[in-house]
């Protein structure tokens, strides 16, 4: 496959996954309403050095040493599932915590540095990420592509998930938005800690 074509099927895929509802969508969304744009931002941010992460290791031939290392995947997705039905709980029990109480979200998203983390664990805590960016780039990636290559996928990558985080972060801290989550913030909480540890479970549980 030509380099211009594989960069353009790359970065194609890698917008599809990134658009797809998952558990950063649920944190992003959570995070920029309770809280600000700006913590929406970084953790956007975080999010973006995460798909780095996972686009870098595909490259690497994590696809290979996964398949070749059924425990390595298994310990990953285990630890993933946990923190992702962690990350739920919390927000199920501070879901009667009124707004203008609230201080730290599971990850310490008060400060800049906060807010990132959260979005780094996030998208590292996703074990279906690693599965995604593996077999996407050992299926398009040329055979042997050189350094300028990986390092623009590895670019893409980044930009992509930032820039819809961003997106989604912008959207969801709107003076609108931030109304209508405080009014209901008790059952959005409670919806956004379920689903996160739903697909916490479900990331744990085998054959799932």
């Given at each position: 496959?030509?380099?211009?074509v594989a960069?353009?099927?790359?970065?194609?895929?890698?917008?599809?996954?990134?658009?797809?509802?998952?558990?950063?969508?649920?944190?992003?969304?959570?995070?920029?309403?309770?809280?600000?744009?700006?913590?929406?931002?970084?953790?956007?941010?975080?999010?973006?050095?995460g798909?780095?992460?996972?686009?870098?290791?595909?490259?690497?031939?994590?696809?290979?040493?996964?398949?070749?290392?059924?425990?390595?995947?298994?310990?990953?997705r285990?630890?993933?599932?946990?923190?992702?039905?962690?990350?739920?709980?919390?927000?199920?029990?501070?879901?009667?915590?009124?707004?203008?109480?609230?201080?730290?979200?599971?990850?310490?998203?008060?400060s800049?540095?906060?807010?990132?983390?959260?979005?780094?664990?996030?998208?590292?805590?996703?074990?279906?990420?690693?599965?995604?960016?593996?077999?996407?780039?050992?299926?398009?990636l040329?055979?042997?592509?050189?350094?300028?290559?990986?390092?623009?996928?590895?670019?893409?990558?980044?930009?992509?998930?930032?820039?819809?985080?961003a997106?989604?972060?912008?959207?969801?801290?709107?003076?609108?938005?931030?109304?209508?989550?405080?009014?209901?913030?008790?059952?959005?909480?409670?919806?956004?800690?379920?689903?996160?540890?739903?697909?916490?479970?479900?990331?744990?549980?085998?054959?799932?």
């Amino acid at each position: 496959m030509d380099l211009a074509v594989a960069f353009v099927v790359l970065a194609g895929v890698n917008l599809m996954g990134a658009i797809s509802p998952g558990p950063s969508f649920v944190v992003q969304a959570r995070l920029s309403a309770a809280h600000t744009r700006r913590a929406g931002v970084f953790s956007a941010f975080g999010m973006g050095f995460g798909a780095v992460v996972w686009a870098a290791l595909s490259m690497l031939g994590f696809a290979i040493l996964m398949r070749e290392a059924a425990e390595l995947y298994t310990a990953l997705r285990l630890a993933g599932g946990a923190y992702l039905v962690y990350l739920g709980l919390m927000l199920w029990r501070n879901a009667t915590v009124p707004l203008a109480e609230i201080r730290v979200v599971p990850g310490g998203a008060v400060s800049d540095a906060g807010a990132f983390r959260v979005g780094l664990f996030t998208a590292l805590s996703n074990p279906k990420m690693a599965a995604f960016f593996a077999s996407v780039y050992m299926t398009v990636l040329p055979p042997d592509p050189p350094l300028w290559f990986k390092v623009a996928a590895c670019g893409a990558a980044f930009a992509i998930e930032t820039i819809w985080y961003a997106v989604v972060a912008l959207a969801f801290s709107t003076g609108a938005a931030r109304r209508a989550y405080g009014r209901f913030k008790t059952w959005i909480d409670r919806a956004a800690g379920g689903v996160i540890a739903a697909l916490g479970v479900g990331i744990m549980v085998p054959g799932r």
